[in-house]
T-cell receptor, first 114, second 114 residues
Framework: DAGVTQSPTHLIKTRGQQVTLRCSPK?????VSWYQQALGQGPQFIFQ???????QRGNFPDRFSGHQFPNYSSELNVNALLLGDSALYLC?????????????FGEGSRLTVL | ELKVEQNPLFLSMQEGKNYTIYCNYS?????LYWYRQDPGKSLESLFV???NGAVKQEGRLMASLDTKARLSTLHITAAVHDLSATYFC???WGSGGGADGLTFGKGTHLIIQP
């Protein structure tokens, strides 16, 4: 049973560019959440997708957007990259219904903005 | 705004010793989670605490939740080197009943020396 998979694992961009990160949830999970983890910090909630719609959103600007596909996979897009966007981006999945709220995290995509 | 505070943030201890990590949070919530993160790796779920008085144990780790005091503890018994990692507590916000966003603490960086 494959867990949460993310791609790419590492990438380097320059300021002003745009990036797309991808996530496939654990089998049987229909909800995908994205978190940003800066070096030495705890993860911060970006947003959550369920049934192809953004269900909840954290305190992140509109430069951060997402999408969920019918197969429950998801993308995170960040426009107009800033140096401060350098971080580990974690995708987490869970079943929405009958859920304990426990999240299953992927290995992350490490973004460096130069 | 929900705030989650962990202490200590750094802890160096010897094998065989006992210690407790504390997690305080600022608003009412009945759902608290503990995660472990190894360097350069993703987050691994350790415990899911869903009610006041909940206690969970796995090996040398035991977690408890006091929702009235808004406090959770992670107790380490007879520490071994393999437990060296960063430990995060996270509290669920939102309406509950499903996979809502989590607010994480800054993490406790634990080093266990032989």
């Amino acid at each position: 049973d494959a867990g949460v998979t993310q791609s790419p694992t590492h990438l380097i961009k320059t300021r002003g560019q745009q990036v797309t990160l991808r996530c496939s949830p654990k089998s049987g999970h229909d909800t995908v959440s994205w978190y940003q983890q800066a070096l030495g910090q705890g993860p911060q909630f970006i947003f959550q997708y369920y049934e192809e719609e953004e269900r909840q959103r954290g305190n992140f600007p509109d430069r951060f957007s997402g999408h969920q596909f019918p197969n429950y996979s998801s993308e995170l897009n960040v426009n107009a990259l800033l140096l401060g966007d350098s971080a580990l981006y974690l995708c987490a999945s869970s079943p929405l219904m009958m859920s304990t709220g426990e999240l299953f995290f992927g290995e992350g995509s490490r973004l460096t903005v130069l | 705004e929900l705030k989650v505070e962990q202490n200590p943030l750094f802890l160096s201890m010897q094998e065989g010793k006992n210690y407790t990590i504390y997690c305080n949070y600022s608003t009412t919530s009945d759902r608290l989670y503990w995660y472990r993160q190894d360097p350069g790796k993703s987050l691994e779920s350790l415990f899911v605490l869903l009610s006041n008085g909940a206690v969970k144990q796995e090996g040398r780790l035991m977690a408890s939740l006091d929702t009235k005091a808004r406090l959770s503890t992670l107790h380490i018994t007879a520490a071994v080197h393999d437990l060296s990692a960063t430990y995060f507590c996270a509290v669920e916000w939102g309406s509950g009943g499903g996979a809502d966003g989590l607010t994480f603490g800054k993490g406790t960086h634990l080093i266990i020396q032989p």
